[in-house]
């Protein structure tokens, strides 16, 4: 009635009806437990589909056509480069004849066979100067079972790649064509290019080659040295011409999510302006055309050359810090800036209020502008930090009398979370410091971005310095007598 292979299903039966019952029934079922199906992606009462690389239908399992399309479509070679590109003879009627049995043998069983999950998947592949060809294949009982035939034009871009880059391409062509079977999976990479076997290893090469390496990290790959004449199919495919307007793909998916993020962003910010525009006509707070071109650099079209040259001047005095926008005074201090219908609040607060005084004119507004500076934005930059980005650590002890030979604890806290990490030890040297970071703040909470210590020899030394600049962490020192500096990890020595 229904078979299913990880997030496909295929219902079937004998007849139109029965199909259809087995289909209602499929889908009660998916209903009652919420699962949602993609409408693009199913096809409802077909005599026959693609499955698994497979067509089926009445007749059973026949070969996907789309599989072997490029074999099918080989050119009878037509002249000598052609002819030793291929097998290096002379081609006559009788080779024609050949030609076409062979290409009809290699695009039928046993040759084109369907894949066999317990067995590792094998890939040729092989670049020329203007195409990638691939074969994804299986070894079994020491024959080579086809599985898939690809091949690909490269763009004008592609072909001025060096070597090297194009034969990297073609395993990424390789991957994405064959996605679909081999993720999961073993697979071995057959190539003719020595070097792509140590540029996984290099961490000095070429940013497109970094990119493309980063994007075979979720495969299980093994490269393998293989001699071009016994690479003869993935090198033939690869001069074949096979046009195509879908391009390779060899974007990162993070960029491809990037994108449709800034896309997003675009559209929400286009609506935002959208709506500021329609509300032109309303009770808008005086700043509204400086709050306007802080968030998205619109100066107001009604402007002329004098107002845009003002209020270009008057907007270098203004801070906008969502959803609150200050001025700075000529005493350099920021204020924040209200609208006109808060103003009469704000002055009552300041002179009626419980505690306002109902002072005169000038000490309500001296009281208004001090009381208002609470809302002032801090000259000192704020540093933000996640959770596990900031430790201090500090030793306690020495203990009298000790336990189990343990005279001191080195204690390290988070200064977000105040999460902390301790361990004894006998002595409190840089070795016992090092032990703490490799054994239990690398490994469980990743590489931090600070370590706050005091001016001890066991934090200030050659050995430690060398372990926080190998990971990229800085290390800062509490000034002497000002243990505040490192009052996190003081609070909890101290107790």
């Known amino acids: 009635m229904v078979e299913v292979f ?6 079937y039966g004998a ?13 009660q079922r998916c209903e009652e437990t919420n699962l949602v199906l993609n409408w693009e992606k199913c096809h409802f009462m077909v005599r026959e589909g693609i499955v698994l690389g497979h067509k089926i239908s009445e007749k059973g399992i026949e070969l996907d056509r789309a599989k072997v399309d490029v074999m099918l479509q ?11 590109s291929f097998l290096d003879f002379e081609f006559d009627e009788e080779c024609h004849k050949s030609w076409t049995l062979l290409k009809d043998a290699l695009v039928s069983a046993p040759i084109v066979q369907a894949p066999n999950w317990d067995h590792p998947f094998e890939i040729m592949c092989d670049a020329s100067d203007y195409a990638v060809g691939a074969v994804l294949g299986q070894k079994i009982d020491k024959k080579l079972n086809v599985i898939y035939y690809a091949s690909k034009t490269m763009d004008d871009a592609q072909c001025k790649y060096a070597t090297t880059e194009k034969e990297l391409l073609a395993i990424v062509f390789a991957f994405e064509k064959f996605r679909s079977y081999i993720v999961g999976s073993k697979v071995i990479v057959h190539t003719d290019h020595a070097a792509l076997r140590h540029i996984f290893a290099k961490k000095d090469t070429k940013p497109r080659l970094l990119r493309w390496i980063l994007l075979l990290q979720e495969f299980d790959i093994e490269v393998v040295d293989k ?3 016994e690479n003869g199919v993935a090198d033939h495919l690869s001069r074949m011409r096979v046009e195509d307007m879908i391009p390779i793909n060899d974007s990162m998916p993070e960029e491809q999510l990037m994108a449709i993020m800034i896309l997003k962003e675009s559209f ?10 329609a509300l032109r006509d309303e009770n808008l707070p005086w700043y509204a055309d400086i709050v306007n071109f802080m968030v998205s650099g619109e100066v107001p079209s009604s402007f002329d050359a004098y ?13 906008w810090d969502e959803p609150y926008l200050y001025k700075r005074g000529p005493d350099s201090i920021y204020r924040r800036c209200i609208a006109e219908e808060d103003v009469q609040g704000v002055l009552e607060h300041c002179h009626g209020s419980a505690y306002g005084g109902h002072f005169a004119t000038f000490k309500t507004a001296t009281k208004e502008r001090r009381d208002h500076q609470e809302g002032e934005m801090p000259l000192n930059p704020i540093l933000e930090v996640e959770i596990f980005d900031v430790w201090g650590i500090d030793f306690m002890g020495p203990f009298k009398p000790s336990s189990n030979g343990h005279n001191y604890i080195l204690v390290a806290v988070d200064y977000v979370s105040k999460w902390i990490e301790a ?30 210590s ?16 190998s990971y990229g962490v800085k290390h800062k020192v509490a000034t002497p007598y000002h243990p505040q500096t490192s009052g996190q990890v003081e609070s909890p020595t101290d107790r």
């Open 307 to 319: 107002k845009r040259k003002k209020f270009f001047k008057d907007a270098r005095h203004y801070y």
């Open 15 to 27: 007849s139109f009806s029965s199909c259809l019952s087995n289909l209602c029934r499929v889908l």
């Open 6 to 11: 990880m997030d496909d299903f295929s219902v």
């Open 268 to 277: 929400d910010e286009k609506v935002r302006l959208e709506e500021v525009k």
């Open 423 to 452: 361990i004894p030890c006998p002595t409190c040297d840089a070795k016992v410091v090092i032990k703490l970071f490799r054994t239990i703040i690398f490994p469980r909470y990743g590489i931090p971005r600070v370590v706050i």
């Open 227 to 229: 001699k071009g004449v």
């Open 74 to 84: 080989l050119p009878v070679p037509k002249t000598v480069k052609d002819i030793r």
């Open 454 to 469: 005091d001016g001890g020899s066991h934090f200030i030394n050659k050995v430690f310095e060398k372990l926080m600049k």
